[in-house]
């Protein structure tokens, strides 16, 4: 059974960077799409970004238009973790950030997630 668990969420200021990491324990995620959604209050949960199997190396990847040029999400295979690292933070991004896992791309981007981690909270406030 895969364990996803997120860390590197905190507080920043508007305009600060911070870097998420996904770390998956109990298996190995190469042949695993990944893909980092979140979630604000009230609001429905979106995708932010989505990166192809270790084993597909020029799969494609994803953004959400709304953090395309500002996020960039890479993989460490040797450490099995899945990186966010996301610039130039708005307070609107303010959310629980969460990281999911699954065979297939393009269902993982829909939100059709066979794992899931618990989520880091992220918030940008002065």
């Known amino acids: 059974q895969v364990q996803l668990v997120e860390s590197g969420g905190g507080l920043v200021q508007p305009g600060g960077s911070l870097r998420l990491s996904c770390t998956a324990s109990?298996?190995?995620?190469?042949?695993?799409?990944i893909a980092w959604f979140r979630q604000a209050p009230g609001k429905e949960r979106e995708e932010v970004s989505c990166?192809?199997?270790?084993?597909?190396?020029?799969?494609?990847?994803h953004y959400a238009d709304s953090v395309k040029g500002r996020f960039t999400i890479s993989r460490d295979n040797a450490k099995d973790t899945v990186y966010l690292q996301m610039n130039s933070l708005k307070p609107e991004e303010t959310a629980v950030y969460y990281c999911?896992?699954?065979?297939?791309?393009?269902?993982?981007?829909?939100?059709?997630?066979?794992?899931w981690g618990q989520g880091t909270q992220v918030t940008v406030s002065s």
């Open positions: 990166i192809s199997s270790a084993s597909r190396r020029d799969g494609p990847i």
């Open positions: 999911a896992a699954d065979e297939t791309y393009y269902g993982l981007q829909l939100g059709g997630a066979t794992y």
């Open positions: 109990g298996g190995s995620t190469d042949n695993y799409a």
